[in-house]
């Protein structure tokens, strides 16, 4: 069961932090504040037009954001789809039950929503960003085109770090869904996290038939692996 919520309030203070450092142990490799500030101010000196800074979210960004932002759209991403391919140790996972997590993988292509930050609070807003997605350094930030039905934006998006030992490599589908039906953490449980992603990208009009197909594999796997009535 969810101990702990992702909150703005508990990425702020640190609260989420700990958590994920003490279920993970001191070997594990966190980003530092001056690395966390210093890529922050990388990735905005490459941006393609500084004054319209988006942010892309494929997975619980879409109805949790946990960031202020001053316009939202659906947006397509070419050059990259949405995998589970990062072991869940934290969060929505734990050693104990281990999970799986979305990120952006090479090739295809990804329907999310898009985020336009305030030009004033844009070093303010991506800090909370980068608190959340880059803890443990297993994604990479990148710039994407985003393709809205306003037209083409620019957005940081968060692809998957290969190089990171939390990256899956190839594992199948069924695999994946007994990972997904039994990953718990204290942030909740793997299952709703699908869940949660296939309900909101389908309020937005949007179909992800890989990830729907995932979410009725899930399903069968609970009912099967319930307690008889």
Same mark, same amino acid.
């Given at each position: 069961m969810a101990s702990l919520k992702l909150t703005r309030e508990n990425?702020? @203070? %640190?609260? $989420? /932090?700990? @958590?994920?450092?003490? !279920? $993970? %142990?001191?070997?594990?490799?966190? !980003?530092?504040? *001056? *690395?966390? /500030?210093?890529?922050i101010e990388a990735i905005v000196a490459r941006a393609p037009h500084p004054e319209r800074i988006w942010v892309f979210g494929y997975g619980?960004?879409?109805?949790?954001p946990a960031f202020h932002y001053a316009e939202r759209r659906t947006a397509r991403v070419h050059g990259y789809h949405r995998q589970f391919c990062l072991w869940a140790r934290a969060g929505r996972g734990s050693p104990e039950k281990p999970g799986l997590m979305l990120s952006l993988e090479r090739g295809g292509s990804c329907h999310g929503v898009g985020y336009r930050l305030h030009p004033k609070h844009v070093a303010t807003e991506l800090d909370v960003v980068w608190r959340r997605e880059m803890l443990t350094m297993a994604y990479r930030p990148v710039w994407v085109a985003l393709h809205t039905p306003r037209g083409l934006e620019h957005g940081i998006a968060f692809a998957v770090n290969r190089a990171h030992e939390r990256y899956v490599r190839e594992m199948g589908e069924e695999a994946t869904a007994r990972y997904l039906a039994t990953g718990a953490g204290p942030l909740g449980c793997c299952a709703d996290y699908l869940f949660d992603t296939v309900a909101h990208l389908c309020e937005l009009g949007i179909r992800d038939r890989r990830l729907e197909a995932l979410e009725r594999k899930v399903r069968a796997l609970m009912v099967e692996a319930a307690p008889p009535a």
């Open positions: 990425i702020l @203070s %640190g609260v $989420l /932090h700990d @958590s994920a450092r003490a !279920m $993970l %142990g001191a070997g594990t490799r966190f !980003m530092t504040a *001056e *690395e966390r /500030h210093r890529q619980s960004l879409i109805w949790n």
